[in-house]
């Protein structure tokens, strides 16, 4: 598994496992988490996904459980986790409306209550999880200066932003925005048109890709795409998922693909993308199915 250098502090693998839905799994338990991350370190995958809503903010406190059972398990990983939404369930169950808090106040509380449900004592990446359209950007950015400067946090990025909202709150931090987390996949290919990927490629900035299976769609039925994919599967050996993730791997940004799932064989065939070499004309192939009509 290649590893992708983010800052001069942090790298990650270059597929992430995403833990959105581990709160989901008929089984929770320590040890069946520390079976999904054995999986993924047995492959290389050493970074893993988090944050603080992920399970009605129950998906933090699933993870410490496993890292309080095996603590050496946290040397082995990089921990992404994000803050900001504030949703009427769980600990803000009270909330009369769901909302976004980039305030100083609510990060450093995201920060120490993040860290103490992972039982972590510094989190490797803290991304703001959607744009908030109340946000004081100097107050906002100045606070992410802040968890970085205390060593609670090794790099900041954000998660959902468009170029304008990446720049506005970079142009009030000292500390380097590291990435973007974005919706990116087979059934959500705007942003390779509408400027979202060419503005972090012209800077070198790295991109996560959320939902990179289209969150299953793709999987399902005999769309146009999916047939195309089975196609190209055949030909390496794999399945239309590894296809779908060998997409986002082949294109010259370096997107890193986060991929979620709670089934452990899934999780094991994860590296099959690594299997499948896409050339132009095949990655235009699958593109040109996701558009539905040749390019222009």
Not at 49 to 65: R, V
Not at 229 to 248: Q, S
Request: aromatic fraction near 6%; glycine fraction near 8%; proline fraction near 4%.
């Amino acid at each position: 598994m290649h590893r992708v250098k983010l800052s001069n502090t942090l790298e990650l693998s270059r597929i992430v496992y995403g833990m959105w839905r581990i709160g989901d799994d008929d089984d929770t338990s320590a040890a069946h988490v520390e079976a999904k991350i054995q999986a993924c370190l047995d492959q290389g995958i050493t970074s893993f996904d988090q944050a603080d809503i992920y399970g009605d903010y129950t998906a933090e406190g699933i993870l410490g459980a496993a890292l309080r059972a095996n603590p050496a398990l946290r040397s082995k990983m990089e921990i992404v986790t994000k803050c900001d939404i504030v949703a009427p369930c769980g600990r803000y169950s009270d909330a009369k409306v769901k909302y976004y808090d980039t305030s100083r106040a609510h990060i450093l509380k995201s920060v120490e209550t993040s860290l103490a449900e992972m039982a972590i004592d510094h989190i490797d990446l803290l991304l703001i999880h959607r744009p908030d359209p109340f946000m004081d950007h100097v107050e906002t950015g100045a606070a992410l200066d802040e968890v970085v400067a205390s060593g609670k946090v090794r790099a900041v990025g954000v998660s959902n932003f468009r170029p304008w909202d990446w720049s506005l709150l970079q142009s009030a931090m000292n500390t380097r925005l590291v990435t973007n987390q974005i919706e990116l996949s087979l059934g959500r290919i705007d942003p390779f048109s509408n400027g979202d990927l060419a503005f972090h490629q012209q800077h070198n900035q790295r991109v996560m890709a959320w939902s990179p299976l289209g969150g299953g769609l793709l999987m399902a039925g005999n769309p146009p795409v999916g047939v195309v994919a089975d196609e190209i599967a055949a030909e390496f050996g794999v399945d239309r998922a590894a296809v779908a993730i060998a997409f986002l791997l082949a294109h010259p940004a370096g997107i890193l693909p986060v991929m979620g799932t709670n089934s452990l064989d899934r999780i094991k065939s994860i590296s099959d993308a690594l299997k499948v070499n896409l050339d132009r004309e095949s990655w235009f192939r699958l593109y040109e199915a996701a558009l539905g009509h040749e390019v222009p």
